[in-house]
């Protein structure tokens, strides 16, 4: 065999819904990196297309290049990381703690504060706003819509945070740390 990647003994039978949570970890880092490629390839051109720009539109425009490269690379790790799990790698289990344990805090926790945050100042905003001015019927739709688009993302990461604690937690039990070996190199 060519390829050896599972170790003799390892129990991999059955349903596992650790799993099922790095399968979809993996689509929904593949999901990311593929839009936030798409978003650096559009901040790209506008950066070559539009040679006039100020400079600090130009930094601007830098600045959200570095970002999509940032999260482009990170979620790429997270694919690699995920894959290795699903192909029982032992170093992609402690690595895929990591990973769930920081995406937890950063994306989790961090963002969803900053979520929250944002849209606190937002509404205050628009709330003001509202009371000097009545908002006609498509603003209010356009603020009801925004509203749930934040309130669905801020449930969702509500949801995750324990999942991802409970992933990095069950990938350190001794019954699931069984199932990863090292790779051998024979030939």
């Known amino acids: ?109 961090y963002g969803g504060f900053h979520a929250l945050a944002q849209w606190r100042e937002f509404s205050n905003a628009i709330t003001l706003t509202n009371a000097q001015t009545p908002l006609d019927v498509a603003s209010q739709a356009a603020f009801d819509h925004v509203q749930r688009t934040v309130m669905v993302s801020l449930a969702l990461r509500a949801l995750a945070v324990p999942v991802l604690l409970w992933l990095a937690w069950r990938l350190g039990r001794p019954a699931v740390r069984a199932q990863f070996r090292p790779r051998s190199l024979r030939r």
């Open 1 to 109: 065999m060519l390829l050896k990647v599972r170790g003799q003994g390892a129990r991999t039978d059955g349903f596992a819904l650790w799993r099922i949570l790095v399968w979809l970890m993996l689509l929904l880092a593949a999901f990311g990196c593929l839009q936030n490629a798409l978003h650096a390839e559009q901040l790209w051109d506008a950066l070559q297309g539009h040679a006039t720009l100020n400079a600090d539109a130009t930094s601007q425009l830098h600045r959200m290049l570095a970002w999509d490269v940032g999260y482009f690379s990170a979620g790429f790790a997270v694919v690699v990381i995920c894959a290795g799990v699903i192909l029982h790698q032992g170093w992609a289990r402690p690595a895929m703690q990591v990973a769930a344990l920081a995406l937890a805090v950063a994306w989790g926790l």
